[in-house]
């Protein structure tokens, strides 16, 4: 039996696994890409809690302020000088909201940050799983190309 080099099969068994590699080293690298995105989405929007939380912050004092402010004129008006068991109550309601509104804003934070590294790890996995991908699609195409250069007669 007589078995013929056939260089079609050759060169498009070749091409196969070559364009199979690239498309793993093209898919991991956009999985790369979106996972460092994703990362960079959640440490900005945990940027913003923060900066949002400084906002709430300011505008909780300027709240007390006014109320203690308030409270103190209109005891004064009625005669009765500043109560001050009042006026601590109130201070404490205010400094009990000031500390849910931190407690809130860093458990947020926290969780944006965790999700910052999941998806930076999540798109490192499916890079490597598509760069494996790329790498196994060629192996039927690199058989081929093996079997077609084992058949030429040096």
Do not use: C
Not at 80 to 90: I, V
Not at 131 to 136: D, E, F, P, S
Request: net charge neutral; hydrophobic share 40%; no cysteine.
């Amino acid at each position: 039996m007589i078995v013929r080099h056939d260089p079609i099969t050759a060169v498009m068994a070749g091409v196969s696994a070559v364009g199979s590699i690239a498309g793993g080293v093209m898919g991991a690298g956009q999985a790369r890409d979106e996972g460092t995105y994703n990362r960079d989405f959640f440490n900005f929007q945990a940027e913003q809690e923060k900066i949002a939380l400084n906002r709430d912050l300011d505008a909780q004092t300027r709240e007390r302020t006014a109320t203690i402010s308030r409270t103190r004129a209109i005891m004064a008006a009625q005669g009765g000088g500043s109560e001050p068991d009042y006026l601590a109550s109130t201070e404490g309601l205010f400094a009990a909201e000031r500390l849910s509104l931190i407690q809130d804003s860093e458990a947020r934070q926290s969780v944006l940050r965790t999700k910052a590294g999941f998806a930076m790890k999540a798109g490192q996995q499916a890079a490597d799983t598509a760069l494996l991908k790329g790498i196994t699609g060629a192996i039927p195409g690199g058989s081929s190309l093996y079997g077609e250069a084992k058949k030429i007669k040096w």
